[in-house]
T-cell receptor, first 113, second 116 residues
Framework: AQSVSQHNHHVILSEAASLELGCNYS??????LFWYVQYPGQHLQLLLK??????LVKGIKGFEAEFIKSKFSFNLRKPSVQWSDTAEYFC???????????FGQGTTLQVKP | DSGVTQTPKHLITATGQRVTLRCSPR?????VYWYQQSLDQGLQFLIQ???????AKGNILERFSAQQFPDLHSELNLSSLELGDSALYFC???????????????FGPGTRLTVL
């Protein structure tokens, strides 16, 4: 079955620390990959997306992600987090033959000032 | 603001009841998707409509149904409600059917359903 796995459920960092959130998916065909962020009390917002081309994609607010096809991974990174990055982060995969998104379990990021 | 609107924001009801959640997609978007977010199941895809027709089904219970109207708004109907149906229900929309590349889904603020 198609699935998405996020390795970290809860991450606590101090401001200015570097962030890497892991995401692996299980699907052998063409995929589109996404990271969404959900700030407390708000709806899901798109951070970045990968459709094709350069496997290193840059998103909003200084986030980036790298697609490694051989590892079925799409890890999210940020060199220096801020308190305002405190939120829940979701990795999502769109298998190539469908419009639906398959989400990972989410990672709660808490940034201490 | 994503441009996707959902009503109501909150809904509190009792077991056995039926409720209707409403979603209006962004202007120009033809696809509507419904997702359920719960503590134990996470974010799960329920169903997709494209230009009035059902396109894909996920883990949607038989007690749940949806439709998309000619003006492209969509309704999710939940009946014979159980305690476990308490969740946040999100609607998303996209321009096209979603199976082609460059499809991006925009999410609404969600409806929080509490079943007592």
């Amino acid at each position: 079955a198609q699935s998405v796995s996020q390795h970290n459920h809860h991450v606590i960092l101090s401001e200015a620390a570097s962030l890497e959130l892991g995401c692996n998916y299980s699907y052998g065909g063409t995929v589109n990959l996404f990271w969404y962020v959900q700030y407390p009390g708000q709806h899901l917002q798109l951070l970045l997306k990968y459709f094709s081309g350069d496997p290193l994609v840059k998103g909003i607010k200084g986030f980036e992600a790298e697609f490694i096809k051989s590892k079925f991974s799409f890890n999210l990174r940020k060199p220096s987090v801020q308190w305002s990055d405190t939120a829940e982060y979701f990795c999502a995969v769109r298998p190539g033959n469908t419009g639906k998104l398959i989400f990972g379990q989410g990672t709660t990021l808490q940034v201490k000032p | 603001d994503s441009g996707v609107t959902q009503t109501p924001k909150h809904l509190i009801t009792a077991t056995g009841q039926r409720v209707t959640l409403r979603c209006s997609p962004r202007s120009g978007d033809l696809s509507v998707y419904w997702y359920q977010q719960s503590l134990d199941q996470g974010l799960q895809f329920l169903i997709q409509y494209y230009n009035g027709e059902e396109r894909a089904k996920g883990n949607i219970l038989e007690r749940f149904s949806a439709q998309q109207f000619p003006d492209l708004h969509s309704e999710l109907n939940l009946s014979s409600l159980e305690l476990g149906d308490s969740a946040l229900y999100f609607c998303a929309s996209s321009v096209n059917e979603g199976r082609t590349s460059y499809n991006e889904q925009f999410f609404g603020p969600g409806t929080r359903l509490t079943v007592l």
